[in-house]
């Protein structure tokens, strides 16, 4: 790294975009992800798909517990 960087060119907000919607990654654990494989396989679906449908049940059962 160098001691000192030169910003003086820079520009404020140069990449914002108001309103981006980022997705993140995410990382499941290796028998998560067998698990959910499995599913999907079986109801020749994608992953992310069975994810949300497992999550958005999960979501529905702890507005149910409140």
Do not use: C, W
């Not at 404020?12 to 975009?17: A, M, Q, S, V, Y």
């Not at 309103?19 to 028998?31: H, M, R, T």
């Amino acid at each position: 790294m160098k001691k000192e960087y030169d910003f003086s060119k820079g520009v404020r907000g140069k990449f914002h975009r108001p309103g981006a919607i980022l997705k993140l990654p995410v990382y499941l654990d290796s028998e998560v992800q067998t698990f959910v494989q499995r599913i999907a396989e079986s109801k020749q679906s994608d992953m992310a798909t069975v994810v949300n449908d497992l999550l958005r049940s999960d979501m529905r059962l702890a507005e149910t517990m409140k």
